[in-house]
């Protein structure tokens, strides 16, 4: 069964950092372009950033490029979030998703496999 996990959200304060997770199990991350997307209630799905499979080669939302960063550990089958400088404006279910196509895509549809999400939760 092909499943990403995500984990590490949580509520931060303005300023605050978090690391988030996503774990893949029945699915071999090292193979497939990595994305992270949000959600808030109402609202599209809305690109984050993503990271090819070397992870030398990565994209950002300019709404996060410079706060957040994203890494992956083939070897433990796992793609990282780094967020830095949090802000209200951040709140959001995050999800992980995976991409068998051969580009950093920022479009949901590019990407097979999702995670459940989790949340984070910026308080001013």
């Known amino acids: 069964q092909v499943q990403l996990v995500e984990s590490g959200g949580g509520l931060v304060q303005t300023g605050g950092s978090l690391r988030l997770s996503c774990a893949g199990s029945?699915?071999?991350?090292?193979?497939?372009?990595m994305g992270w997307f949000r959600q808030t209630p109402g609202k599209a799905r809305q690109f984050v950033g993503a990271i090819d499979w070397s992870g030398r080669n990565t994209r950002y939302a300019d709404s996060v490029n410079g706060r957040f960063g994203i890494s992956r550990d083939n070897a433990r089958n796992t793609v990282y979030l780094q967020m830095n400088s949090l802000n209200p404006e951040d709140t959001a279910v995050y999800y992980c998703a995976a991409s068998p196509r051969r580009a950093l895509f920022d479009i949901s549809g590019a990407y097979e496999y999702w995670g459940q999400g989790t949340q984070v939760t910026v308080s001013s």
């Open positions: 029945g699915l071999t991350l090292s193979t497939y372009i």
